[in-house]
């Protein structure tokens, strides 16, 4: 009997499989690895690590004095530029003084040079992974986070670089990252990504800052789920009504102060 | 938030290509940044600094810097600056203004690792880093270990030894395995290399003791270090025998400067002290007296700083004092900064008495000092010495209840216009002259310098003094005189630094305007005027075209809003002279025969020109065309009057939401205030524009369904919500306008045009 199928129809068929095996593999290796750095992860980070996390930058800042069963420290440990094909790391050059115990957090600020524009090729990126992934090995640091404002141009360079991290980066050390609060609300980009943490920065906004603040006030939240573990804000703006069940990243653009550190916890009772 | 009632199945994907199509190109985490005008500097003075120098001071503030205040103090007391020293403080402006030039080790560490690749058959060099970190327990701090001299002085060696022995020789290759292990110092670790074997080359050993003392060096042993460069020091056959000495001295530098206590600090620097006088007391190592002598200044500047600091002191104040001015002045800011603190405010009081020992630092730390000692003090000093300097820092501090006042102003009145203090007793003059309430001889005074030193004054003074004069005037033609001024300059103030940026890079922001409202005019306009003013100063020619432009745009819709027919139609016809596209629209209001049939063409002109608003705009304003939506919101009106758009928000405890500072108007518009505050309310009450534009197209379209203007009247009221100013109330105008837009125009081209509502 002749066969019913065609040398036409086999090679169909043969194609339709592999594309539709392509994407059943692809989808599910992708929940996969978003399943291990889903809501479960999400909870766990923020359940290890104090609700305040003051932001120590690069000025000379002693923190002795902060209780480490309250308070953390997220500082800035190197400043990276990002120009033509280089990286040029700078380290911490002003001296940062924490007591005991405290949860570290090593931050890394990229910034791309504005005259000589940065390629994104792979080598790059390569170089900004080590860089970052080299901050773990930092005395007592838990986590790392990146402080990249990210064009719309930049995003898929900086999300290779991000999974990058989480892959280089061991498993004790979580992964956070600053993030517009516009990515957190309405131009999500980062529900997909390896991260333990998005902290939504609610200060120094764009004119459509106070619309976000207005929804938030108006009981709204982000769309991310990443994005609804913490908060960042400044000392010096006023903020909108915020969960006090999550996580505060403070930022103050003056030497912190016991008094400074007093006042932000006796908000937060 | 997004409605959850899509109208079609491809409404959610279309949502998401319409976001992230509408969002800018490029954004920041804090910013984005926008450049809007600045019409008074308050952390530097005027730019550009070189004239700074030459003693054109302006208005001297306490805020600034204490190297603009050392330069201030300098021209008051009339000893000008040499070409050197103008030079200098200006090179330390720069550095520190572009963050003290970069360190480029990245460029050091090539010319090395290209010196050593002449070398053939080397394995490849590990990285080097020229940072270390500090690798104290609980303490995050790095240092430039390896600086410049380190490398180039590896790469000068190392070709004169491949001269000497052969880029191929075994002597060189070990010189090199040794300094890779020297560098590998540089960032992390302790690896010393290997002592030399007895039988090679004397030049060789003598590196090879050189490189094991720079190996410990950077490994941070420091005691070890200096023993080894003693001992170099004391070999007279090693070529780095008048080398070491000055090595000897910086080991031990090392080793105080990075000790906390005192009783770890003080010995090594004393020791270092006494060895680079050493150094330089002796001829035969003249090659490192340079450097010996910059190492000392380092010296003391951490061991004897308050001496230090009265020692540069006399020496910045005197002429032609000191050959590297601006080191000099670098040190002597640093110390300052040091004993007093960079961020916090100075209060003299609490510092010891013997910082404030010389003339300089005391004149420095009063002028800053805000406190009422220092004011007394201020003037104490000036009734004794009759100083320049004392006389800007006592009158800086006076109030109008100050006794002697007059004796005051009759001496700020006998400065030359000429003289470098004329622009800050000018200013204070004449604020304390308001103080007083001795409003006509403050008049007066101000007549006389605006016609006569006009040229003459920076533009952040200028701008000061024309504020002042805006708050005297007695009519509205002297207001509207006063009230536009050139910004000192443009800058987007994204570090809160006010760096001005070139003109080149603003013309697009000012599309050619060379002048501004600043703040305190805008608040006049937008909250103290009445409407028979603002139609009075529509019509005025006295303001720049693009001024004019905007307070014609800002009266007719403030008039439209409280339906004040009369200014809204003679706005009108100004307004359409200086838009033509807005003809058809202004016709329908100007033919409007009821309220809401005004108030219904209004708001639909509005809704078609995102652009207008009843308000006046402050600096540049908004930059998007008239009838084109801007992507950063700046749509249409809130219910507060606009603010400046660039840089960070003035610092405060946020605790507390931020308020509007209260407007003081003019003289002559204080019997207007309970009208024009009437009417100020009567815009407020309506609420952020799309709310209210929502509103009226809704309850427009209901009175009147078969207005052809209706439903796409209803569909720019929804999209008004969503790029506008918005509220807890904008969610339920958006869908009532939404629902409406569907219910009576189920399928008009508008219905079909819009799919969503939104909740603000």
Not at chain 2, 37 to 52: G, R, T
């Amino acid at each position: 009997m002749k066969t019913a199928f065609s040398t036409k129809n086999i090679t169909a068929f043969i194609a339709v499989t592999l594309v539709a095996g392509s994407i059943t593999f692809g989808v599910t290796k992708g929940r996969s690895f978003f399943r291990e750095h889903r809501p479960n992860k999400l909870a766990a980070y923020s359940n290890t690590r104090p609700s305040l996390v003051l932001w120590a930058w690069e000025r000379p800042t002693d923190l002795t004095f902060i209780d480490p069963g309250q308070t953390a420290v997220a500082f800035l440990a190197r400043t990276i530029h990002l120009r033509g094909d280089e990286v040029v790391t700078r380290p911490r050059l002003q001296p940062l003084k924490l007591p005991e115990r405290v949860t570290v957090v090593a931050v890394a600020r990229v910034e791309s040079d504005a005259t000589k524009k940065p390629r994104l090729s792979n080598e790059q990126e390569s170089k900004l992974v080590a860089s970052i992934t080299e901050m773990a090995s930092l005395a007592n640091v838990s986590g790392i986070q990146i402080d990249f404002d990210a064009t719309k141009s930049e995003r898929s360079f900086y999300r290779e670089v991000i999974i990058g991290v989480r892959r280089r980066l061991p498993e004790r050390i979580g992964l956070s990252i600053t993030a517009l609060a516009s990515w957190c609300m309405d131009d999500d980009w980062l529900s997909d990504l390896p991260i333990d943490e998005a902290v939504p920065m609610l200060f120094r906004m764009a004119t459509d800052g106070k619309q976000i603040a207005n929804r938030l006030d108006d009981g709204e939240d982000f769309t991310s789920p990443v994005c609804r573990q913490s908060y960042g804000v400044s000392i010096d703006e006023p903020r909108p009504n915020l969960s006090s069940s999550r996580r505060l990243y403070v930022f103050r653009p003056d030497p912190w102060t016991e008094s400074s550190v007093r006042s932000i916890m006796e908000l937060r009772k | 938030m997004i409605a959850r009632f899509p109208r079609k199945t491809f409404a959610f994907l279309a949502w998401i290509g319409l976001v992230s199509f509408l969002f800018p190109h490029s954004t920041q985490a804090c910013g984005p940044f926008f450049t809007d005008a600045i019409f008074v500097y308050s952390k530097h003075p005027d730019f550009p600094l070189e004239q700074f120098t030459t003693g054109k001071l302006g208005v001297v503030e306490p805020g600034w810097a204490r190297s603009y205040l050392v330069a201030a103090y300098r021209n008051l007391s009339g000893v000008n600056f040499n070409t050197n020293e103008a030079s200098g403080i200006k090179a330390l402006w720069d550095e520190r203004l572009n963050y003290g030039g970069e360190v480029d080790d990245s460029a050091w560490i090539k010319k090395w690792l290209d010196a050593r690749s002449k070398v053939p058959g080397l394995s490849a060099s590990a990285e080097i880093r020229a940072f270390r970190n500090r690798e104290k327990p609980h303490e995050y701090e790095s240092f430039l270990n390896c600086q410049e001299d380190a490398f180039n002085n590896a790469v000068a060696t190392l070709n004169e030894r491949i001269k000497r022995f052969g880029a191929e020789s075994a002597q060189v290759r070990d010189w090199i395995v040794a300094q890779d292990i020297v560098f590998s110092n540089c960032g992390a670790g302790r690896k010393i290399p290997e002592t030399p074997q007895p039988d090679q080359d004397a030049l060789i050993r003598a590196d090879r003791a050189y490189q094991i003392a720079a190996a410990n060096f950077y490994a941070g042993s420091f005691d070890e270090a200096r023993q080894q460069f003693d001992a170099i020091a004391r070999d007279n056959s090693s070529p780095w025998h008048d080398k070491a000495p000055y090595l000897a001295a910086r080991s031990l530098l090392r080793k105080g400067s990075f000790a906390d206590k005192d009783e770890e600090r003080v010995p090594p620097l004393t020791a270092t002290e006494t060895r680079l006088n050493a150094i330089l007391k002796d001829q035969s190592l003249a090659s490192s007296h340079q450097a010996a002598s910059r190492l000392l200044n380092l010296v003391h500047l951490r061991l004897h700083p308050a001496e230090t600091l009265h020692k540069l002191a006399h020496t910045i104040i005197a002429k032609d004092g000191k050959a590297d001015f601006k080191q000099a002045v670098w040190d002597y800011t640093v110390l300052l900064d040091k004993f007093v603190g960079n961020d916090e405010g100075v209060d003299k009081q609490k510092l010891p008495p013997e910082v404030s020992a010389d003339e300089l630092s005391d004149w420095i730390l009063t002028f800053q000092d805000q406190s009422t000692t220092a004011a007394s003090y201020s003037f104490g000093q000036w009734q004794k010495t009759r100083a320049l300097p004392w006389l800007v820092a006592a009158i800086t501090k006076a109030t109008g209840t100050q006794p002697q006042l007059d004796a005051l102003l009759s001496a700020a009145t006998q400065v030359d216009h000429q003289s470098p203090a004329f622009t800050s007793v000018a200013f204070h003059g004449v604020r304390l002259l308001i103080d007083a309430k001795r409003v006509d001889e403050a008049r007066a005074a101000l007549d006389r310098y605006l016609a006569n030193d006009r040229q003459n004054l920076p533009a952040s003074a200028l701008n000061l003094l024309l504020a002042q004069r805006m708050s005297l005037a007695r009519n509205l033609e002297e207001f509207l005189q006063t009230a536009q001024r050139k910004p000192a300059g443009f800058s987007d103030d994204s570090d809160g630094r006010e760096l001005p940026e070139e003109q080149s890079e603003t013309k697009e922001n000012t599309k050619g305007g060379e002048l501004f409202f600043d703040q305190d005019a805008a608040s006049v306009f937008n909250k103290a005027m009445p409407m028979s003013l603002m139609r009075d100063a529509a019509r005025s020619r006295i303001l720049a075209p693009n001024l004019r432009r905007d307070v014609i745009q800002s009266a007719f819709v403030r008039a439209a809003l409280i339906d004040d027919r009369e200014t809204a139609v003679q706005a009108a016809s100004l307004l359409q002279e200086m838009h033509p596209e807005l003809k058809e629209f202004l016709a329908a209001y100007q033919m409007a025969a009821t309220a809401d049939a005004r108030r219904f063409a209004a708001a639909y002109l509005s809704l078609k020109f995102p652009g207008l608003r009843p308000y006046v705009s402050y600096g540049i304003g908004r930059t998007s065309p008239m009838n084109e939506i801007d992507s950063y919101r700046d749509n249409w009106w809130c219910a507060e009057p606009p603010s400046s758009r660039s840089g960070a928000p003035s610092e405060s405890e946020g605790e507390t939401e931020s308020k509007p500072k209260p407007v003081v108007p003019p003289q002559f518009l204080k019997p207007l205030q309970s009208l024009a505050l009437r009417q100020y309310a009567a815009v407020q009450v309506l609420g952020a524009a799309p709310n209210y534009l929502c509103r009226i197209a809704v309850e427009w379209t209901e009175k009147n369904p078969a207005d052809r203007r209706a439903p796409e009247a209803l569909h720019l009221a929804v999209k008004a919500t969503r790029y506008g100013c918005t509220d807890k109330e904008t969610g339920r105008w958006s869908k009532a306008a939404f629902d409406l837009l569907h219910q009576r125009y189920p399928n008009s081209a508008w219905a079909k045009e819009t799919k969503y509502w939104f909740k603000g």
